[in-house]
């Protein structure tokens, strides 16, 4: 929306108007401004903002009223005549979506300024290809003052005595733009476009007008031109024209990742009465470490942005905005010896770390979105609580159509970092601040949490499942096929047929082992290895429906009930216990040459389970081994899972000091002593 008030015109001629732009829909309000000086004679100036470029199809193109020249008086009421170019940069920005300008036009009248002026909205007309009559227009002198980045100022005084055709009265802007494009491509025509401002390649892209990929090319320079324009519309020949005083240009292309720094560090000229963008450094672990960039090749444009001439504290920023992941630069090489650089090249540069790599470890599902900021980024926040994450920094709302909407964000995500600023355990106040002062593309990591309708609804069908699982868990088994469950007593029957039932266990009365029968092996050629239930260290507290209670219990009667031949089948109840409940502890001993050890070994996955001892060898072996026990290493050496062979040389060929470590059951008491 545009709306214009006129006023009482000035002396001289001047017209002060006001208008009223609003950028609703709109990325920008269009207008380039400078601080700078108009002649008003010879001996008098005035000083002010003015309008230096209008980008198209903007609000202030849209309006019709602004012109490059124009003076801003006041901006929002408040009068701009003496203020720098920053601080109404600032007011602008502080803004929002409308602005009230107060204009002074430097043009005699409203219609003389639309038959003198070779420019409408900023642009310049074509010029005269059809022999219309020429007449003269008035002279305008401007000067334009501009301090840059490295802190020196640069005056620019201009004054101009264009001519235009008469044009007639229904002069459209689709004729103007025919016009125009007749012109650029005659090849006696000189480049007399308006170069201030920016404007838009065929491919959409926004580039400055100065660009290279705006420089015009005659008739035969574009025959011998074959290489296609890219998006920015740079070719080789077209960069060589426009910086034809420069040496050794290159055109370079990187892919920038968005998780990954460019890599480089700029400095300007050493002399300060010049602008550049030198590379003082690339480091070999950035983006540019592929291509061919040195120190001290100068950057002259980036992705259609001018640098040349511009402090390299600009380019930085300019750097930081630029939108996608495609950077296209133009440099310039330099010898050795030539003026350039204010500093020696950097070839060190600090190790990078990325404080938010943690986030992704603490939530996989935690997402990373790019959002280019143009004075908001449309996002609202809040400090609440979540039932899943506790606390933290919230998405509320967000602004229709705004930047952050169509790059994902959604209502109720959860704020973890914005760039490399970590906001999880920030209040309102200071993730408020990062968003005001982040500029540019800002990178936000964003969890996407379920609502506490969902959560809540899922822990209904979760609990659900378990009381399910509950209730079919505690439906007794059929015994020839129940599944022996970790901490839980279950009755199982094996099918013998007159088998041996292929074990060895441990327990009884005159026994180490007090508390309960352990199976410590199974052979693989019994009827409890063809059952494949039972596992060692299982515990047996009953056989055929009585309890094993080995307190009351001789060792050998514990055994008998294993060494029985069963008609067809055998019940027994299992408990497993998870962990397996052990003791170890080692016998140590010498060995006399020649001298057997009397033991008689099963080799198993944990040892060698002691199958039989022949008393009356070694005194440490007959006090402190019984069968059933585990020897799991033998002079240090482990013996899991060994063959007999191994086991039987290991154990043959020792001599000397012997020593062996032992594990040995220690089963929780689970049977009742008989009344």
Known sequence: MVQFQGKSGAAGGELIHMVTLDKTGKKSFGICIVRGEVKDSPNTKTTGIFIKGIVPDSPAHSCGRLKVGDRILSLNGKDVRHSTEQAVIDLIKEADFKIDLEIQTYDKSEEQSKQNDPRSNGYMQAKNKFNQEQVPINTMGMGMGQSQGQGQGQGMGMNRQPTMQKRNQTFTASMRNKHAASNYADEDDEDTRDMTGRIRTEAGFEIDRASAGNCKLNKQEKERDK??????????????????????????????????????????HKDRQKMACFVAGVDSNGTFASVDFKPGDEIVEVNGNVLKNRCHLNASAIFKNVEGEKLVLITSRRKPNDEGMCVKPIKKFPASSDETKFIFDQYPKARSVQVRKEGFLGIMVIYGKHVEVGSGI??????????????????????????????????????????????????MILLTLKSEESIRAEKEVEDKKKEEAKKEAEKPQEPATAEIKPNKKILIEVKVEKKPLGVIVTGGKNNHVKTGCVITHIYPEGAVAADNRLKIFDHITDVNGGPVHVGSMTTLKVHQLFHVTYERCVNFTVFRADPPELEKFNVDFMKKAGKELGLSLAPNEFGCTIADIVPGQYPE????????????????????????QVCFALFKGANGKISMEVTRPKPTLRTEAPK
């Open 621 to 644: 072996i007959d006090s402190k081994l019984q069968r059933g026990d585990i020897i799991s290493k033998m002079n240090g050496d482990a013996l899991e899972g060994l063959t007999f």
């Open 227 to 268: 290489e296609q324009e890219d998006e920015f519309g740079y070719t080789m020949a077209k960069i060589n024209k426009r910086y034809n005083m420069m040496k050794d240009l290159r055109r370079i292309e990187v892919q920038r990742p968005a998780s990954k720094p460019l890599g480089i560090a700029l400095a300007g």
């Open 394 to 443: 919230f998405i509320s709302d967000l602004r229709e159509g705004s930047n952050a909407e169509a790059a994902g964000v959604k209502v109720g995500d959860m704020l973890l970092a914005i760039n490399q600023d970590v906001t999880m355990e920030s209040n309102y106040d200071e993730a408020t601040g990062l968003i005001k002062r982040a500029e540019g593309v800002v990178t």
